[in-house]
């Protein structure tokens, strides 16, 4: 953020009128523990605390104010690229170095605006609640390691702290493309470049090929959104980096089958092979909210690609995947239901809501049965001594 607006910015908050309490707010937001927090004209803001949405007890908020505070924000020619694409995402430092990721954007014609609070401490595997497979993938020294699930189910936070682990272990070097920058990496035993949308370059697709004749080791691309971005990412997998990205997908299955669907179909055998050959891992998370203790816990699919699953993608045997991640788990693969599962068992997350996000509902309510947990637990068993 520049001089000017963050010096706009605190004009506007200082202002008797407009948007003069949203650092104040994103400050109670912070301290309530939101992951979330949301501005839409005519009701007063909202806050995600742990899944549920709460709405502050605050005035409401006016187009006028609206308008005003994201100005401020952002100045006035990010404004202009604002009002005419209607869209517009960013990073932002509020109160005491508190960072967000903000998308603007319209609704029935007026400004809202979306803040996801980055925490400034860069996450450690080993407390995410992460298998131990996903630290051995950062030992790799190429090919591609996706890590998908819905918005807001904590993609961006095990990237970082697979970024992180390799920067206090080995001496990289890491660039990452970012659409915002979320968290920021300091220069361990690895030298990290972090670059963003629009301020450093214009695209995934052009950051990519550029990063190619910057002498990476380890390259983080924010998102494979496009036809564009995937191709240079594969390409870049290809070529003997390391490559981290992420899909909006929930598991393997979907992932692999939304990649080669981007392309046209004369391209897709081509796809196929180059996928088959790249690809080392795949890791589908998505969120529970705990009842054990205030907090978020993830549930975690893993496909590692051994020979088996390369020639499934290869040959178009898609379909048959989750059948090799059941029997694949003593090498450390792991289906979500089953990670589900043992959230549950373990006293983590609710039995409605392990019911509820499972993949296959009946199958999981007879696995939380006692005899299920009794069937589980052997399986668990003589999957580790096999």
């Known amino acids: 953020m520049s001089s000017e607006s963050e010096h ?19 400050d109670k937001a912070i301290a309530a523990g939101a992951s979330d927090f949301h501005v839409n004209v005519g009701m007063p803001p909202v806050m995600r605390v742990n899944t549920q949405l709460v709405t502050m007890d605050t005035e409401v908020v006016t187009d006028e104010k609206a308008r005003d505070v994201l100005f401020a924000i952002i100045g006035p020619e990010k404004f202009e ?34 803040f996801r609070v980055v925490s400034n401490k860069i996450p450690i595997l080993e407390d995410l ?83 190619l004749r910057q002498d990476p080791d380890v390259i983080l691309v924010g998102e494979m959104r496009d036809l564009e971005t995937t191709s240079a990412t594969i390409t870049a997998a290809e070529t003997g980096h390391l490559v981290l990205s992420t899909l909006h997908t929930i598991n393997a299955s979907q992932t692999i089958e939304r990649i080669i669907d981007i392309y046209p179909p004369g ?80 006293g983590y997350i609710d039995k409605d809501d392990a019911i509820e996000g499972c993949a296959v509902p009946q199958r999981m309510k007879k696995l939380l049965t006692p005899e299920g947990k009794q069937e589980f637990l052997r399986n668990q068993k003589l999957a580790a001594k096999a």
């Open 129 to 211: 609640h992460l298998p131990r497979i996903i630290s051995d993938l950062t030992t790799m020294g190429r090919g591609l390691v996706l890590v998908t699930g819905h918005t807001g189910s904590g993609k961006s936070t095990t990237l970082a702290a697979m970024i992180n682990a390799i920067n206090n272990r080995v001496s990289k070097r890491i660039i990452t493309l970012e659409d915002p920058v979320e968290y920021l990496f300091e220069n361990n035993l690895s030298m990290i470049e972090q670059r963003e949308m629009e301020a450093d370059c214009t695209s995934f697709a052009s950051g990519l090929r550029h990063a």
């Open 81 to 114: 690229f604002f009002e005419k694409n209607r869209d517009y995402d960013f990073s932002m430092t509020g109160n005491n170095n508190s960072r967000f990721r903000v998308n603007a954007h319209y609704q029935k014609g007026s400004i809202a605006m979306s």
């Open 267 to 346: 391209q897709q055998n081509q796809i196929r092979a180059m996928l088959a050959n790249t690809l080392q891992a795949i890791i589908s998370q998505t969120l529970f909210k705990r009842i054990d203790k205030p907090g978020m816990v993830p549930a975690i699919e893993i496909l590692l690609c051994s020979y088996a699953v390369r020639s499934c993608i290869r040959e178009n045997r898609i379909h048959e995947l989750p059948n090799i991640i059941t029997i694949s788990r003593n090498i450390g693969m792991q289906e979500m239901d089953t990670s589900i599962a043992e959230l549950y068992f373990k």
């Open 8 to 26: 706009n910015m605190t004009a506007v908050m200082d202002a008797p009128n407009g948007a003069s309490h949203i650092k104040e707010l994103l």
